[in-house]
């Protein structure tokens, strides 16, 4: 069973960057996209950030310009660096990863990490 294992978050004030990272714990074949998710406290999950096989980025507009997502050459890890952090970024941050596959998609979530960002 592949595993997503997040790390990174942590507590920052302000104006300040973080780094997610997302490892899986062995190689999954025919990824689509790699994605980070968050959930506030109350609020739905929400999409923050998306990169496909092919490199292309999207980005919710509320982390436009603050946040960039990145893979290494793997595949097998997601980064978000997150800069420039304001209090309403305070979220649990979950990584996605879908593959498809004998046509069936398989989506794979990581546990989540706390990001809490002080005023």
């Known amino acids: 069973q592949v595993q997503l294992v997040e790390s990174g978050g942590g507590l920052v004030q302000a104006g300040g960057s973080l780094r997610l990272s997302c490892a899986a714990s062995e190689s999954i074949p025919s990824i689509n996209t790699m994605s980070w998710y968050r959930q506030a406290p109350g609020k739905q999950r929400e999409l923050v950030a998306v990169?496909?096989?092919?490199?292309?980025?999207n980005y919710a507009d509320s982390v436009k310009g603050r946040f960039t997502i990145s893979t290494d050459n793997t595949k097998n890890t997601v980064y978000l660096q997150m800069n420039s952090l304001k209090p309403e970024d305070t979220a649990v941050y979950h990584c996605?990863?879908?593959?498809?596959?004998?046509?069936?998609?398989?989506?794979?979530w990581g546990q989540g990490t706390q990001v809490t960002v002080s005023s």
């Open positions: 996605h990863v879908l593959s498809s596959r004998y046509s069936l998609n398989y989506n794979y």
């Open positions: 990169i496909t096989t092919g490199g292309t980025t």
